[in-house]
T-cell receptor, first 114, second 115 residues
């Protein structure tokens, strides 16, 4: 079964600094990969997803992620952090197709310091 | 159209009692998922449904947990003889059945507190 590992349960950056949240996946078939964000006291919402088109995926709020098959990675980045980016970020993997299963990582809590 | 809804939004129960949590997915979504999120922790996969069938029940923590789905629509997660460690937010998500991966849409969750 597929799985994801998010490196770092907590990441802290200064406002304006680069955000890098790491995600590595394991899948026996070409995966579909997702990043979800959960703002404080809110539900999860999709940030971006990779579905085998372009390897660099752009999402909402200036975030993007690059699929690297050789590294089995799908790291999330943003060039300049904003205070409003403080949230919990979840990486997820699905093998799509007729399995329709989806597994989430443990999450990374991003803190943005002024 | 309406999103995923869950009821109740909050449930406080006494240890040993049974609880039922309900999820109404987006109309037409074939796949339905249940997750548990303990305070300060990540999403823990519980079970998912393709139509009314559950191909993978491996995430259910114990035999006190069960789930069913009827009419390829509403799903109920039942926890019998609740324990304090069952306290968590239970999230439901639905997803359209497509060959290409589709987005999961999450409900607001049910916050369960076992006293």
């Amino acid at each position: 079964a597929q799985s994801v590992t998010q490196l770092g349960s907590h990441v802290s950056v200064s406002e304006g600094a680069l955000v890098l949240l790491r995600c590595n996946y394991s899948s026996s078939v070409p995966p579909y990969l997702f990043w979800y964000v959960q703002y404080p006291n809110q539900g999860l919402q999709l940030l971006l997803k990779y579905t085998s088109a372009a390897t660099l995926v752009k999402g909402i709020n200036g975030f993007e992620a690059e699929f690297k098959k050789s590294e089995t990675s799908f790291h999330l980045t943003k060039p300049s952090a904003h205070m409003s980016d403080a949230a919990e970020y979840f990486c997820a993997v699905s093998d799509g197709g007729n399995n329709n299963d989806m597994r989430f990582g443990a999450g990374t809590r991003l803190t943005v310091k002024p | 159209g309406a999103g995923v809804s869950q009821s109740p939004s909050n449930k406080v129960t006494e240890k040993g009692k049974d609880v039922e949590l309900r999820c109404d997915p987006i109309s037409g979504h074939t796949a339905l998922y249940w997750y548990r999120q303990r305070l300060g922790q990540g999403l823990e996969f519980l079970i998912y449904f393709q139509g009314n069938s559950a191909p993978d029940k491996s995430g259910l923590p114990s035999d006190r947990f069960s789930a069913e789905r009827t009419g390829e629509s509403v799903s109920t997660l039942t926890i019998q003889r609740t324990q304090q460690e069952d306290s968590a937010v239970y999230l439901c998500a639905s997803r359209a059945w497509e060959w290409l991966a589709d987005t999961q849409y999450f409900g607001p969750g049910t916050r369960l507190t076992v006293l």
